[in-house]
C-alpha cells in the first residue's frame, strides 16, 4: 500500500497561532486517522475520518477530508507548547487487507513560546 | 487499564544475537501489529496478526518471526541481529485493523545493534 504524504515535513509557529498541515494519498481509502508522537512516546491516536465525511472536530482540532482531491488536513486551533510533537496520516485503502493502516512520514510541528 | 505494553524499552545488543520483543494488551483486541520507525521512513509494518494463531508478514519481515499463542500477546523475534535493524520498534493492537477504530500504540522499544 502507498503512504499517505504529509506536508509540510516541518512547522514552526508562535504559541496561540493555528497549525495546518496536510495529507494526500493516491487511491480510494475506507477511512484517513490522524495521530500525534511526542518525542520518544508511542503514537496517540486523534481522530478517524470516514470516507463519506467531510469534516470532524474533536476540541482543538479539525479534521476536513476531500475525496475528490485525494487529500485531509489537520487544524490545531490556538496551539499551546504541549502540541509540539509529530502528526501522522494513517490510510485505510478501500477493499484493504488485515495489513490495516499504512502511516505517512510526519509532519513534526514546533510550537515556540 | 495498562493498554499496550511493551518491554524493554531499550536493548542493546551484538550483531548475530536473538531477542524476543515483548507486548501484550489487556483491551481483547484482536488485531496486532509490529512496525519499525527509522528516520525520515515514517513507521513500517513488519508483522502483523488478525487473531490467535493468525499472522502475517508486514513490508519489512525479514529478519523477524512472531507469533500469536494467545489473544493477548504478540512477541517479535529477531533471529540474528543485524545492524540494519537498529530501530525503534512499536506494538499496536486495534478491535478491527483500523476499519472502524483507531490503534492503540505501546511506547516503544529503542533497539540498538552494534
Known amino acids: 500500500s502507498q503512504q499517505g504524504e504529509e506536508d509540510p515535513q516541518a512547522l514552526s509557529i508562535q504559541e496561540g497561532e493555528n497549525a495546518t498541515m496536510n495529507c494526500s494519498y493516491k487511491?480510494?481509502?475506507?477511512?484517513l486517522q490522524w495521530y500525534r508522537q511526542n518525542s520518544g512516546r508511542g503514537l496517540v491516536h486523534l481522530i478517524l475520518i470516514r470516507s463519506n465525511e467531510r469534516e470532524k472536530h474533536s476540541g482543538r482540532l479539525r479534521v476536513t477530508l476531500d475525496t475528490s482531491k485525494k487529500s485531509s488536513s489537520l487544524l490545531i486551533t490556538a496551539s499551546r507548547a504541549a502540541d509540539t510533537a509529530s502528526y501522522f496520516c494513517a490510510l485505510m485503502y478501500s477493499g484493504g487487507g488485515a495489513d490495516g493502516l499504512t502511516f505517512g512520514k510526519g509532519t513534526h510541528l514546533i510550537i515556540q513560546p | 487499564n495498562a493498554g499496550v505494553t511493551q518491554t524493554p524499552k531499550f536493548q542493546v545488543l551484538k550483531t548475530g544475537q536473538s531477542m524476543t520483543l515483548q507486548c501484550a494488551q489487556d483491551?481483547?483486541?484482536?488485531?496486532m501489529s509490529w512496525y519499525r520507525q527509522d528516520p525520515g521512513m515514517g513507521l513500517r509494518l513488519i508483522h502483523y496478526s488478525v487473531g490467535a494463531g493468525i499472522t502475517d508478514q508486514g513490508e519489512v519481515p525479514n529478519g523477524y518471526n512472531v507469533s500469536r499463542s494467545t489473544t493477548e500477546d504478540f512477541p517479535l523475534r529477531l533471529l540474528s541481529a543485524a545492524p540494519s535493524q537498529t530501530s525503534v520498534y512499536f506494538c499496536a493492537s486495534s478491535y478491527s485493523a483500523g476499519r472502524r477504530n483507531g490503534y492503540t500504540f505501546g511506547s516503544g522499544t529503542r533497539l540498538t545493534v552494534v
Open positions: 483491551m481483547n483486541h484482536e488485531y
Open positions: 487511491t480510494s481509502i475506507n477511512n
